[in-house]
């Protein structure tokens, strides 16, 4: 198994080894990907021919600043995703403690053990010292917990008096963009992690960026080499982040899909214990037994192994795929 959601072989896998289900059979609700993705424009022939200009990365750096309310261009790194960003982050820094604010993504937390680091969970922001490199998803995954910008201004204030960092990762910050931090880049020991992969639903074009203080993204960007991003993810990715209208539309459309699962959760007595608008989070102890029944509905849900009372579901992009999951839940409830 993967560890992540998304990777339907795996689904495939666990229903009785049958490798004959194609994946147009399953409904994917494993991950925090947005059902209805960014309309991808028709960019010129040459940009798959060509290597990316500095020109063009110079433009698509501006829409990403422009968006996150980053300091400059010079405080923007992008990346080929934020788990790329993510693996090369330790590296940055000589070893010492990292407190990850948990449970969340454990991506973070196997990135920098690798790198030698000394890695230790804690369970509010408010719990790690001011000297830590600290690592906070904000929104959260999987429960959606957030942290508000005040006291988010406070953990950096605090940080940058006692020489530790506040690494904030918003890969699901554009469902609330009010929480964002990167203009804290300018003046504080805090870097900022966004992905184009959930909101925008281009998990594919595998696009991420960092904000950071300039040192720290000038070293970023000499860790990642030349050429980290493609062409094509260039092109795509600028016209999506200068898009403010479909913004607008998709959290819209989001929050009203959201609150449609949320009501088929209800009717199946599954009450939501988190999430955003991009996944829900289910806590029951029923969940073994209903995670196996919906694999047997073609339906694939994320589950935890650190906590086996827990589902993650996401949300579904059409009518017919919201129905589907009501009739399967409704089966497992009669």
């Known amino acids: 198994m993967s560890g992540h959601g998304g990777d339907l072989a795996d689904a495939v896998a666990l229903v009785s080894g049958?490798?004959?289900?194609?994946?147009?059979?399953?409904?994917?609700?494993?991950?925090g990907i947005a059902p209805l993705s960014y309309p991808v424009p028709e960019i010129p022939e040459e940009t798959w021919s060509r290597l990316p200009g500095r020109r063009d990365t110079d433009v698509l750096l501006g829409a990403a600043c422009t968006i996150y309310r980053a300091p400059g261009t010079d405080h923007v790194v992008a990346g080929p995703g934020s788990q790329a960003i993510i693996e090369r982050l330790p590296d940055l820094f000589s070893a010492r403690s990292i407190a990850i604010v948990a449970p969340t993504y454990g991506g973070h937390g196997a990135a920098w053990k690798r790198a030698g680091h000394r890695v230790r969970e804690v369970a509010t922001l408010h719990d790690a010292e001011a000297g830590e490199i600290t690592v906070l998803v904000n929104p959260n995954n999987p429960d959606g917990r957030t942290v508000s910008r005040d006291?988010?201004?406070?953990?950096?204030?605090?940080?940058?008096?006692?020489?530790?960092?506040?690494?904030?990762?918003?890969?699901?910050?554009?469902?609330?963009?009010?929480?964002?931090?990167?203009?804290l880049c300018?003046?504080?020991?805090?870097?900022?992690?966004?992905?184009?992969?959930?909101?925008?639903?281009?998990?594919?074009?595998?696009?991420?960026?960092?904000?950071?203080?300039?040192?720290?993204?000038?070293?970023?960007r000499s860790a990642l080499g030349d050429w980290p991003v493609s062409g094509p993810a260039i092109?795509?990715?600028?016209?999506?982040?200068?898009?403010?209208?479909?913004?607008d539309r998709q959290?819209?459309?989001?929050?009203?899909?959201?609150?449609?699962?949320?009501?088929?959760?209800?009717?199946?007595?599954?009450?939501?214990?988190?999430?955003?608008?991009?996944?829900r989070l289910v806590d029951t102890p029923d969940a073994s037994g209903l995670f196996a029944d919906l694999l047997n509905h073609r339906i694939y849900v994320r589950r935890f192994d650190y906590n086996p009372d827990w589902l993650r579901i996401g949300i579904p992009g059409r009518t017919a795929e919201f129905e589907r999951l009501a009739a399967a839940l409704q089966l497992f409830r009669a």
Do not use: Y
């Open 186 to 220: 300018r003046s504080h020991n805090v870097i900022v992690l966004r992905s184009l992969g959930k909101f925008f639903g281009l998990a594919g074009l595998r696009l991420g960026f960092a904000i950071a203080p300039a040192p720290v993204a000038m070293k970023l």
């Open 151 to 183: 006291a988010l201004e406070r953990a950096s204030e605090e940080r940058q008096r006692a020489g530790g960092w506040l690494i904030i990762d918003e890969a699901f910050g554009d469902t609330q963009p009010e929480l964002g931090m990167a203009d």
């Open 18 to 31: 049958d490798k004959t289900t194609g994946a147009n059979e399953w409904l994917d609700l494993s991950t």
């Open 235 to 247: 092109a795509i990715g600028t016209e999506c982040l200068r898009d403010k209208i479909w913004q």
């Open 251 to 279: 959290r819209a459309g989001l929050t009203a899909s959201a609150q449609r699962l949320d009501a088929a959760l209800r009717e199946a007595s599954l009450p939501v214990s988190g999430g955003t608008t991009l996944f």
